[in-house]
């Protein structure tokens, strides 16, 4: 009998599916060809074969791209569960208690303290939910997977480019099953674009090192557009609905607040809105049932971190209970 053919029968005979070993003998095979091109990009020998190593296909995190949940909150579901009352007394406690190294970092990178404890909040409760998985071994998978193949082939090789130049060994490169990695859970070329090393060791570790982690987050919202002069916006109060052709945060969408004064915007007690000069985009994620709110560019910054309202509002939120 055929050697392959015997395999499959001691395979099904185990109890395993016959899907599930054609995948792995298929990414045993997927995973040569990430070492090529990962020759060609310079990573080194030793870092290829520890990196590598003993990575096996790992179905749980193709199940959890592919079951991400369908049932959608309102905000007001969302919101508390994503502020608890818990978060916001760590966030306090957490503020204060790194606040030398938060103001050092805020003066430096022109981004409010308040805002990076809040991302470290949302993110990953204060680095305490970084993920466990392998980051390698789940990218190699979701590469292979094929759903995404050229966006996650490329954070495999971002990553071993991080484990190149050191930062931190193979066995301790932990994440997310989609590869987010270390306490403000960048995917490897955010880390390659955005992080820092916040503590001048010679190393950007944003799993264990918190001024790294601080670095890194106001070095990104910096980057990506923060202007430390103003907030985030403001929950509104709408005198009637507005036309869906106003709401968004699109270029052309943005008003005055003078402008959305104008129209029937109001600060959520029913007081005028501020007479400050300053951009202003209408977001109401729940459509005409739910709340509304008036945003500033710091938001849309935001969004450039992760493209959700529900994930902006609730760092947003998080940021204002933070004193």
């Known amino acids: 009998m055929h050697k392959r053919l015997i395999s499959a029968m001691v395979v099904i005979g185990l109890g395993i599916s016959s899907s599930a070993f054609s995948a792995n003998e298929g990414f045993d095979e997927y995973v040569s060809g990430l070492k090529v091109e990962a020759r060609s990009n310079g990573i080194s020998e030793s870092i290829i074969n520890s990196a590598f190593d003993n990575i096996q296909y790992t179905e749980r995190a193709v199940k959890a791209d592919k079951n991400q949940p369908e049932k959608k909150l309102t905000l007001?579901?969302?919101?508390p569960r994503a502020v608890p009352d818990w978060k916001v007394k760590q966030a306090n406690r957490l503020y204060n208690e790194h606040k030398t190294a938060l103001d050092r970092i805020g003066r430096e990178y022109g981004v409010q303290p308040r805002f990076i404890v809040a991302l470290w909040g949302v993110e990953s409760n204060f680095g305490r939910l970084m993920g466990d998985y392998n980051v390698v071994e789940a990218l190699s998978t979701l590469a292979y997977d094929g759903r995404r193949e050229a966006f996650f082939r490329k954070q495999v090789m971002?990553?071993?480019?991080?484990?190149?130049?050191?930062?931190?060994?193979?066995?301790?490169?932990?994440?997310?099953?989609?590869?987010?990695?270390?306490?403000?859970?960048?995917?490897p070329t955010s880390f390659l674009t955005y992080a820092v090393d916040g503590n001048n060791d010679g190393k950007i570790d944003i799993w264990q090192n918190v001024d790294d982690v601080f670095a890194s987050a106001a070095n990104y919202l910096k980057m990506s557009g923060w202007n430390d002069e103003y907030t985030w916006g403001r929950q509104v109060k709408l005198v009637s609905p507005m036309s869906s052709d106003l709401k968004g945060v699109e270029r052309e969408k943005g008003k005055s607040l003078a402008d959305w004064q104008s129209i029937g915007v109001r600060k959520l007690n029913g007081e005028p809105l501020?007479?400050?000069a300053i951009n202003a985009w209408l977001v109401?994620?729940?459509?005409?049932?739910?709340?509304?709110?008036?945003?500033?560019?710091?938001?849309?910054?935001l969004l450039k971190w992760n493209r959700s309202h529900y994930f902006a509002l609730a760092v947003s939120h998080l940021a204002d209970k933070i004193r």
């Open 76 to 79: 007001d579901e969302y919101i």
């Open 158 to 187: 971002a990553a071993l480019q991080i484990l190149n130049e050191g930062h931190i060994a193979p066995e301790n490169m932990k994440g997310s099953w989609a590869g987010a990695m270390g306490q403000p859970q960048f995917i």
């Open 274 to 276: 501020p007479d400050v």
């Open 284 to 301: 109401q994620p729940d459509d005409n049932h739910g709340r509304a709110y008036l945003v500033y560019g710091n938001y849309q910054t």
